[in-house]
């Protein structure tokens, strides 16, 4: 009979044994031998297990059992949402119709791609205004030259590829809408106000260049960002002026270019973002030893070639970048900074992701987060920003 090896456990129980069979304790070891041995039950797949702080050393590496915590499903749909490259303003989205809307004829359909894009037009000429992934429910309601005009889920009104959707019937009873909008509109818009200043940057604070009257009549909108408009008067005067102030059609709006974040901003994002669901560990820095706030910032721009302290203050003091004061004017890949969360002062940092998200690293219990800039919390203990790369 081959001998089965000992088992470290098993050789301290002999030990043990051994010294209450020496004191002539035999009942006590009855009891104790006879007792079952107790082991510690492993953490089902769906817990959280505890984050464990590892101090300035970063030397233990994260459990490899280790689960990312399970999200609030509001923040994960905003963590997906962030996409490669971000955009500044939400004027891509459809408004949704009328509930009252009518549609003479409709047909049931299905997008049969794996994307499709909802465009404003029935050509590619036409902008897209959302992507509809395969299999989106589709109420088709006209046709012209191999395009189907189409009712999403949410109320948007758009233009879809015919050879990409399954439809329940034939289009042929689908009734032919012969005329559209220009693909290529004059951007013009008008104010909504008596009078609006003409600022030399998208900035509330920035020099007056001059002051549109309502009377002097529509402006060109050649450029958008972060909330303003880049603007040429009817007299040739180029400036921005806050969006608040003009007023156009979303098919307008759609076609004005974006004054996007730098390339290696929307990196900051993109690497950020990588780690939504990592955990939250005090003094860490790196993925394996996890983050706090100002170890993620810190993480992420040294990516990118900026060699930053582990400190939320000396970061927002440290001349990393130009300062932004408005929510306003921020862009993805601006470092935003709080104040008064758990002390005095400027004491918690983030990213900035674009559309109102900030991804930061925000306790043990949470993680690596996407939280809302407008959240009453955040929003009020807002100090400013910094932007590393104009």
């Known amino acids: ?71 609030n499903p509001e ?3 905003q963590a997906l949402a962030i996409p490669e490259t971000l955009p500044l303003t939400s004027s891509l989205l459809a408004e949704p119709i009328s509930a009252d809307t009518v549609f003479t004829t409709t047909i049931a359909g299905l997008v049969a791609s794996d994307e499709l894009n909802l465009r404003d037009g029935p050509s590619v000429d036409y902008l897209p205004m959302a992507i509809l992934p395969n ?49 290529n509109p004059a951007l013009l818009a008008e104010l909504n106000v008596e009078r609006a200043n003409v600022r030399v940057a998208p900035q509330t604070g920035s020099e007056i260049i001059t002051t549109l009257g309502a009377e002097q009549g529509q402006v060109n909108l050649l450029q958008q960002r972060a909330g303003w408009f880049n603007v040429r008067t009817n007299t040739g005067t180029e400036g921005w002026v806050s969006a608040e102030l003009l007023q156009a059609d979303d098919y307008i709006l759609r076609r004005v270019p974006t004054l996007s974040a730098s390339p290696n901003a929307l990196e900051a994002v993109r690497l ?31 990516k990118l070639g900026i060699d930053m302290p582990h400190s939320a203050a000396e970061q927002w003091t440290g001349g990393y970048g130009q300062k932004i004061t408005s929510q306003h004017d921020l862009v993805p890949g601006d470092i935003v900074f709080f104040k008064n969360t758990y002390k005095k002062g400027v004491s918690h940092v983030g990213i900035y992701a674009g559309n109102g998200n900030v991804i930061q690293a925000l306790s043990e219990n949470l993680g690596i987060r996407v939280s809302d800039l407008s959240n009453s919390y955040w929003n009020s203990r807002f100090v400013g920003a910094i932007r590393p790369f104009p």
């Not at 090896?5 to 002999?14: E, F, N, S, T």
């Not at 505890?50 to 050393?57: D, E, F, K, L, S």
């Not at 109320?155 to 693909?183: C, F, K, T």
């Open 75 to 77: 923040l994960e749909a």
């Open 272 to 302: 950020a973002s990588k780690y939504i669901g990592y955990p939250y560990v005090w003094g860490g820095e790196t993925p394996r030893g996890g983050f706090d706030c100002s170890g993620l910032v810190l993480y992420v721009y040294g």
């Open 135 to 183: 299999t989106t429910p589709l109420t088709v309601v006209g046709r012209f030259e191999g395009w189907l005009q189409v009712v999403t889920p949410q109320r948007a009104l758009g233009w879809v590829d015919d050879s990409y959707v399954a439809l329940a019937s034939s289009a042929q009873a689908l009734p032919q809408i012969a005329e559209h909008a220009d693909p």
């Open 1 to 71: 009979m081959p001998q089965l090896p000992i088992l470290a456990r098993d050789r301290r129980r002999l030990q043990i044994a051994g010294w209450l069979l020496g004191a002539g304790l035999t009942v006590p070891l009855l009891l104790w031998w006879t007792f079952p041995a107790t082991s510690l039950a492993p953490i089902p797949p769906t817990a959280t297990p505890q984050i464990v702080r590892v101090g300035a050393t970063l030397d233990e590496p994260i459990p490899a059992d280790w689960q990312a915590p399970v999200l």
